[in-house]
Structure formats: structure tokens, C-alpha cells
């Protein structure tokens, strides 16, 4: 399918650090609950991740991303997420994260 400039206009993608991180047992697949810091427009959000296949909690802590933060908020769960953390799938259909080539400020737009 292809878009149009002004379908990818509608997307807001930013750049955001991960503040914390916590087990989601209660989601079907492996996920964690991630806060991430996407600057002062834009601000805290939440997002569930499945990428516990690469990352440790540790790993994530503190680490640069880039999602998704217009899509509306999905219910997973009994949790809350508001915004889509972007990534490739490997071999294996598990998730490696993208991230900025350099550290950035939070809230960049990616465009």
C-alpha cells in the first residue's frame, strides 16, 4: 500500500529516554511496562514492549528509543498504553529496539 506526504504527516514520532521499567505478568506474551520521557510537549507516557527477549530491565533503564506518541491509548490487560515503541523484528520475530545514532533530546520529532 502506498501513502501519500500527507498520511505521514499524521504520525508523531519522538525520541524519549526510558525512566522506568516493570514486569508485565499479566500480559499474554513476555512485555514489560515502560515510562519513557519524551520531553516537555509531549511528556511522560507509558507503553507496554514485548522485548524481553534482548533487553533486561537493566539494559532499558535510561536507554534513548523512538515511538509512536499520537495513537490513542490501548488497553493491555489491566495497563494502559499510550504510545508505540519502534523496532525491527530479527529471525526469530523478536523486537530490536530503534534508537537515535547519538544521544538526543527528549522529544525530538522524527521526520
Not at 508523531?12 to 514486569?23: F, W, Y
Request: one cysteine or more; charged letters at 25%; hydrophobic letters at 40%.
Amino acid at each position: 500500500m502506498t501513502i501519500n506526504w500527507s498520511d505521514f504527516e499524521k504520525i508523531d514520532m519522538r525520541t524519549g529516554t526510558i525512566i522506568s521499567i516493570n514486569d508485565f505478568p499479566k500480559a499474554r506474551k513476555p512485555a514489560y511496562q515502560l515510562t519513557i520521557d519524551f520531553g516537555n510537549e509531549v511528556g511522560i507516557k507509558k507503553s507496554s514492549a514485548q522485548i524481553t527477549a534482548h533487553y533486561t530491565k537493566e539494559d532499558l533503564l535510561n536507554r534513548q528509543v523512538i515511538a509512536v506518541v499520537n495513537f490513542p491509548p490501548k488497553q493491555i490487560a489491566d495497563f494502559n498504553s499510550e504510545c508505540l515503541v519502534l523496532g525491527v523484528y530479527d529471525e526469530n520475530k523478536d523486537v530490536i529496539l530503534l534508537q537515535p545514532g547519538k544521544q538526543m533530546e527528549n522529544g525530538m520529532k522524527i521526520g
